[in-house]
T-cell receptor
């Protein structure tokens, strides 16, 4: 079974629109970590955020915000006032237990921001 | 501080040939990882290492071998390449719990491998 589901394969928005990327995870562990990574067209993977299972506080970093809800096993990512530079593939990932030995990645959401 | 580097960036192999991908990190990370990325499938873990001299299998280890002779290097070997191994390979590294303030994984730029 897929541990991390990103149901949105591709999303297109017009510049300055807000967009939310969905992530649903599945785990039986009580200790786990959730991550978001960005993969721009150049191909590298850029770390965006890490959240542990005991911290449900939402986080905001500039135009980025994350909504972690254990009740729905979701860790959604919102970009406010999107820009062309936000165009990339975004991956949600899960690691279970301490140690982050194994990251289970979702299949990614390709975001295209149209100028 | 180069972070995580991978060599080579691109490679084309014929079926049955062998090769080694090199990953190096200069962040003193204990943990290192090899992933492959295929279209529509996200990244999947091939092998990982929690320290010098140790390796372990990940989700898709078949057809690959690894070695971690030095803390800063993690080698991925393909003994007899197959077309199914055509992929983009990413190396990553991270602190171990207690070694550093956080242990998110830092990724290299990737190696694009084509097996014909």
């Amino acid at each position: 079974a897929q541990k991390v589901t990103q149901a949105q394969t591709e999303i297109s928005v017009v510049e300055k629109e807000d967009v939310t990327l969905d992530c649903v995870y599945e785990t039986r562990d009580t200790t786990y970590y959730l991550f978001w990574y960005k993969q721009p067209p150049s191909g590298e993977l850029v770390f965006l955020i890490r959240r542990n299972s005991f911290d449900e506080q939402n986080e905001i970093s500039g135009r980025y915000s994350w909504n972690f809800q254990k009740s729905t096993s979701s860790f959604n990512f919102t970009i406010t006032a999107s820009q062309v530079v936000d165009s990339a593939v975004y991956f949600c990932a899960l690691s279970e237990g301490e140690g982050a030995n194994n990251l289970f990645f979702g299949t990614g959401t390709r975001l295209t921001v149209i100028p | 501080n180069a972070g995580v580097t991978q060599t080579p960036k691109f490679r084309v192999l014929k079926t049955g040939q062998s090769m080694t991908l090199l990953c190096a990190q200069d962040m003193n990370h204990e943990y290192m990882y090899w992933y492959r990325q295929d279209p529509g499938m996200g990244l999947r873990l091939i092998h990982y290492s929690v320290g010098e001299g140790t390796t372990a299998k990940g989700e898709v280890p078949d057809g690959y071998n690894v070695s971690r002779l030095k803390k800063q290097n993690f080698l991925l070997g393909l003994e007899s390449a197959a077309p199914s191994q055509t992929s983009v390979y990413f190396c990553a590294s991270s602190y171990s719990p207690g070694q550093g303030p956080t242990y998110e994984q830092y990724f290299g730029p990737g190696t694009r491998l084509t097996v014909t």
